[in-house]
């Protein structure tokens, strides 16, 4: 059965954790990935500051070969990576391993990634690597999907997972909302007629999975 895993790793043993000795208040937010051989995650969010040159923030890693800023949306920046494939570290392991990344995020304190296989082999596959690269790995939460789960991400398109999941941290869903539908269409490039329609796909999509299963249940 599929499996979802989350561990940490300490600020300072991955490459990007070097731009916490500037910027200590700062998150980073790599991309998600689907892995292949000698393909690594190119694009990565910095957020909670508003550095004007962004890439100095980041100094020199024998993990990095370039870092460069893509795009930025007030104190947010997009950037693109270029990673040295010869350098051990979670990611080159993910793409050795073939296990897909769901989200990993950055803080001084600590990397927590997600992560998700086929079965826990795959889990066990990714930790044993780890350990044989003296990776200082945390283990912290593994469990199987449920139907549940699996069903509803399989409902969603990738566009609506996107603004739902953006709409989220950014408080849509709060009372009072914290970010309107305006702003939330500027940091995707669409409308905000279109960000409006992307959530309520996604919201419905995300109910007819939930209440089909609670039906069948009962």
């Known amino acids: 059965m599929a499996t979802e895993a989350t561990f940490t790793v300490p600020s300072d043993q991955f490459p990007l954790g070097t731009v916490f000795n500037q910027l200590p208040d700062v998150t980073v937010k790599l ?5 292949a051989r000698d393909v690594v995650i190119p694009y990565f969010w910095v957020r909670g500051t508003e550095v004007d040159d962004i890439e100095t923030a980041f100094t020199e890693h024998p993990g990095t070969k370039e870092i460069r800023l893509v795009d930025s949306v007030e104190d947010e920046y997009l950037l693109r990576v270029e990673w040295a494939l010869d350098y051990d570290d979670v990611l080159t392991v993910l793409a050795e391993t073939e296990v897909p990344l ?15 296989g086929d079965d826990r082999s795959d889990i066990a596959e990714f930790q044993q690597r780890c350990r044989e690269l003296d990776i200082p790995t945390t283990l912290t939460e593994l469990h199987a999907l449920t139907p549940v789960e699996t069903g509803t991400e399989a409902a969603l398109t990738d ?4 603004a739902l ?10 009372s009072p909302r914290g970010v309107t539908l305006e702003v939330l269409g500027e940091e995707l490039g669409i409308s905000q007629q279109a960000v409006g329609s992307r959530i309520r796909g996604g919201i419905k999509h995300i109910l007819g999975s939930t209440l089909s299963a609670v039906k069948y249940r009962s």
Do not use: K, S
């Open 165 to 174: 999941v953006l709409a989220y941290e950014r408080g849509y869903f709060e």
């Open 31 to 35: 991309e998600r990935i689907i892995p």
């Open 102 to 116: 769901i989200e990993a995020t950055g803080t001084n304190h600590q990397w927590t990634f997600e992560i998700r």
């Open 159 to 162: 566009t609506q997972q996107e």
